[in-house]
C-alpha cells in the first residue's frame, strides 16, 4: 500500500501544527497508509557529519523520506517564513544532493497552523520553493492555511479534531497529494533529476 509521510514542522510540545498532523493522516483516502515524523530530534546542519557520519535522527529522516510516496507538511510560520526547524531538516534531507537525494521524486504538500488571522502563506510558499528545486513536486493545490488555530483544533485530553470548514480544506490537500502520487508523477521527477545530473557532471 502506498505510504505518505506526515511531518510535523514543530517541535513545541502542544504544537498546533503536531496535531494537524495527526488530523490531516486521519483525512487519507482508502487505500492509503499513513507515517508519521517529528523533528525533535534532528540537530542543526553540520557538514562535519555527512554521509555515514550523519546523526542517527537524521539518516531516520531521510529513509522515512525516502521510503514514502509522498510527503505531506504541516507547518508553522515564524517571521514571514519556513521556521528554521524545518529548514534545517530540508537541509540534512538534501544531502548528498548528488546523484540523488531523498526528495527526489516526491510529490509533497502542505498545511499550516497558525495563531494569526491573516498570515501562514508565506511559509507555505517557501516550502514549496525548496521542494520543487530539489527535485520534487509541490503539489499545485490552492494554499491550505487554518489561520486563528486555536479556535479551529481542539483537543479534549489527546482526541485532537479539526472545525468542519478546515477539514475540507486539509482533507482537499491531502486528496490532492494522493492523486499526485497515484499519477505516476514521480518516475518522470526521477527521470529529470538524473537527466540533469547528468548535464552538470559530464
Ligand atoms: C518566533 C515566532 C514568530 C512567529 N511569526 C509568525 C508569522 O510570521 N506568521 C504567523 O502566522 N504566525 C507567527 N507566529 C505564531 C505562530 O503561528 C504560533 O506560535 C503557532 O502556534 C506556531 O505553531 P505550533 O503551535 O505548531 O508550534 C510566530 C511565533 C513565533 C514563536
Known sequence: ???VLFISGSIRRESLNTKLSSIAGSLLPPGFDAAYLTLDEVPPYNGDFEGDKSPASVIALRAAIGDADGVFWTVPEYNYGLPGVVKNAIDWAS???IPQNCV???????????T???NGVRSLADLKRYWNLLG?????????????APTKITDDDGRVSLAPDSTKMVRLAVECLTRFIESGISSALVDNWHAYVKAVTS
Do not use: E
Open 116 to 118: 494569526s488571522s491573516v
Open 104 to 114: 527526489v521524486g516526491k510529490p509533497m504538500n502542505a498545511a499550516v497552523a497558525t
Open 95 to 97: 544531502r548528498p544532493i
Open 1 to 3: 500500500m502506498p505510504t
Open 136 to 148: 520534487g513536486i509541490a503539489v499545485p493545490t490552492p494554499d491550505c492555511v487554518v489561520n486563528l
